[in-house]
């Protein structure tokens, strides 16, 4: 909906400026035409005009003066309204948070890097972590969202929108704002948080991974634990509750 909206924005601009220099073009043409015409003779030139005086600048109203400084004002903040639109919807038309985002990556090497740093692959721009996803339960409650064994998580914590770091030491995510905690799948596991953390769908097309940030889903209610992880160390967070 809002790449739609920026399209057509950015349509009827471009539109508007042909508009004017297609305009701007035929006024040329015709002029040339009447000088042509008026140098081969057939259309009389006009006799020159007496100089006129010159006439002293009307003093402007203060009626005159605050109609012209509230059309200003009004010019101004449509100006900025429409540029505040496209700049928050341009990010679907230039590929980041909000759009389909390319990591040109093969599934294996983001495992590998998996392994290597034992944490899950995070990708800032996409405000998304990767992580490795294996079972049934890939065809049933994420069904769609694991692309070759790899899910997506949305970094922002379901209870309130805090950032949630992953915790190498207990290997699960944990919220430092007010202590909910989720598995290394993004399962709900202990805090205020309603859910589980709410996931991205990974598509892997010609080798390489993408993930779709343009639509969010919601992360699997409270019970669900598909893993059977228990904290594999201390808790990095030790607040709990609100």
């Known amino acids: 909906m809002r790449e739609t909206f920026a399209i057509i924005i950015v349509a009827a601009l471009i539109g508007l400026f042909l508009l004017l220099l297609v305009g701007a073009f035929i006024r040329s043409r015709q002029a040339a035409a009447v000088f042509r015409e008026a140098a081969a003779g057939?259309?009389?030139?006009?006799?020159?005009?007496?100089?006129?005086?010159?006439?002293r600048p009307t003093p402007i109203s203060r009626r005159d003066f605050f109609r012209r400084s509230l059309l200003a004002s009004v010019g101004l903040f449509t100006a900025e309204f429409g540029a505040a639109s496209i700049a928050f919807v341009w990010p679907n038309l230039r590929g980041g948070f909000g759009a389909v985002?390319?990591?040109?990556?093969?599934?294996?090497?983001?495992?590998?890097?998996?392994d290597s740093d034992n944490q899950p692959f995070y990708f800032g721009a996409g405000r998304f972590y990767l992580v490795p996803y294996e079972g049934e339960q890939a065809s049933t409650i994420y069904e769609g969202l694991v692309g070759d064994g790899l899910m997506a998580l949305y970094q922002k914590c379901v209870h309130l929108g805090c950032r949630v770091p992953f915790c190498v030491q207990s290997q699960w995510f944990e919220c430092p704002c007010h202590g909910s905690k989720?598995?290394?799948?993004?399962?709900?596991?202990?805090?205020?948080?309603?859910?589980?953390?709410?996931?991205?769908?990974?598509?892997?097309?010609?080798?390489?991974?993408?993930v779709d940030t343009g639509t969010r889903i919601d992360g699997p209610p409270r019970g669900t634990d598909t893993i059977q992880q228990q904290p594999e160390g201390p808790f990095c967070v030790t607040i709990g509750g609100e």
């Open 42 to 55: 057939k259309v009389p030139r006009p006799e020159p005009e007496p100089p006129r005086e010159a006439k």
């Open 101 to 114: 985002i390319d990591l040109n990556l093969p599934p294996d090497a983001i495992k590998q890097q998996i």
């Open 182 to 210: 989720y598995n290394r799948a993004g399962e709900y596991r202990d805090g205020p948080a309603p859910r589980g953390m709410d996931r991205f769908r990974v598509v892997v097309e010609n080798g390489l991974v993408s």
